[in-house]
């Protein structure tokens, strides 16, 4: 588990500290998460069922008392007291312990599943907020970028050289971007509560995210044939070796038992008789044999663990193909990624080189300032989808992780 974090947090394009932050909080949210707690008491319930199977048949006990007293030679019978204790066959109980073990054994991948789960969840929401928190600032940026551009505006209006309209429309465009930048922030707040529940903290604890996350220069290498041991695939092995188990303590429960009991049987003396063994009591040791002669009982549980063991392959085929489909869909995401972001990068400079242009007119004296809405309106977008390309990379890289990382 420690595996993944360090391959999470060396993915990461930022500085040691933040790095460090990062993993901290992780750990926090694995130490406090109350669904892997979950997960873990149902792991340790299973366990203790060990001991709950590790036990004999009761041990039965009788008393009677002879209303009638029958009588015998040796006097008359008062009361009978006896016990007996059932045995079931060697190698019963093993299989037993064996068969819970083995249950306990997949149950314990629930909890590794839901780490991994949970690891994923807490870094995507990072990312996310990482994103949201970029592009505040990029439109922020924006917003004082137009309020640079108003007071040109303004500037060329009062000699004449731009319309009261220009400086409208750079005001509308503000009022937009400031809708957006609030709505943003609202954004932030949800995904923060979405954050800080996963560490299971109170929601209004503020979440500080990185300054900037770039997309390294080279990926690191997929493994691909890890995805087969994956703990969502192991699952579906824990689950077919329990089967197992269960028909090796299917074959034993149809095997017989042996009892072992014993009966005392109080005896009255006869009165005014003297001979031997006169009122001698009963010690009358036995053994019984229980034989399941009946037995459609186990033989229809055998049939049933074999079509549930098929049932158990067809499931992991189905989830196999499931996490193939969703790992080659990550990888080509992740590349999409990359390559948009080359694309942003190259149009965003190609739209300052405009912005300067614009500027350097302005200084001659000819500006268009509906050529500036439109610079300023493709260096946002190209700015956003920067930001968006970046989120996508290290999102589909957590997914990736999730899948391949042992």
């Known amino acids: 588990m420690k595996r993944i974090i360090y391959t999470l947090i060396g993915l990461l394009a930022f500085s040691v500290s933040n790095a460090q932050e990062l993993e901290t909080l992780i750990n926090e949210a694995l130490n406090n998460n109350p669904e892997i707690q979950k997960f873990e008491l149902q792991y340790s319930i ?3 069922k060990v001991n709950e199977v590790n036990t004999l048949p009761n041990t039965e006990f009788g008393v009677g008392y002879f209303v009638s007293e ?10 009978k007291v006896s016990a007996k204790q059932m045995l079931p066959w060697f190698g019963n109980i093993t299989a037993r312990e064996n068969y819970v073990s083995a249950l306990a054994d997949a149950k314990y991948e629930d909890i590794v599943i839901a ?32 309020k640079t551009y108003e007071t040109l505006a303004l500037t060329s209006v009062e000699v004449g050289k731009a319309s009261a309209v220009d400086v409208l429309r750079l005001q509308i465009r503000q009022n937009e971007m400031q809708q957006l930048l609030d709505v943003l922030v609202q954004q932030f707040l949800a995904e923060q509560t979405t954050f800080n529940k996963l560490l299971n903290r109170n929601k209004d604890v503020q979440v500080s995210v990185i300054n900037e996350l770039i997309i390294p220069s080279e990926d690191f290498e997929i493994n691909s044939g890890n995805l087969s041991l994956h703990p969502e695939l192991l699952k579906f092995d824990k689950l077919y070796q329990s089967v197992e188990q269960s028909e090796l303590l299917n074959q034993k429960e149809s095997s017989p038992m042996i009892g072992f ?22 010690i009358m040791p036995m053994v019984s044999v229980s034989i399941p002669i009946f037995n459609n009982k186990y033989k229809s549980q055998t049939k049933q663990n074999e079509l549930q063991q098929q049932e158990i392959l067809a499931q992991k085929q189905e989830r196999t193909n499931a996490l193939e489909i969703l790992l080659d869909k990550a990888v080509n995401d992740k590349i999409s990624a990359r390559i948009s972001y080359a694309t942003q990068t190259k149009n965003l400079k190609q739209a300052k080189d405009a912005e300067e242009i614009l500027i350097k007119n302005y200084e ?23 930001i968006e ?8 890289t957590t997914i990736i992780n999730y899948l391949t990382q042992q």
């Not at 969840?121 to 940026?141: C, F, G, I, R, W």
């Not at 001659?364 to 920067?386: A, P, R, S, Y």
């Open 115 to 146: 780490k991994r789960k949970l690891m994923a969840s807490v870094s995507q929401s990072y990312y996310n907020l990482y994103a949201n928190k970029a592009k505040q600032e990029v439109l922020s940026e924006n917003i004082k970028l137009l």
């Open 389 to 396: 390309s970046v989120k996508t990379y290290y999102v589909q």
């Open 364 to 386: 001659t004296g000819t500006i268009d300032f509906n050529d500036v809405l439109d610079i300023q309106e493709l260096q946002l977008k190209f700015q956003m989808n920067q």
């Open 70 to 79: 029958p009588e015998t030679r040796t006097g008359a019978q008062r009361f």
């Open 46 to 48: 299973a366990s203790e």
């Open 261 to 282: 009991g014993l009966d005392y049987i109080n005896v009255d003396e006869r009165p005014n008789m003297d001979f031997s063994d006169n009122g001698k009591d009963i």
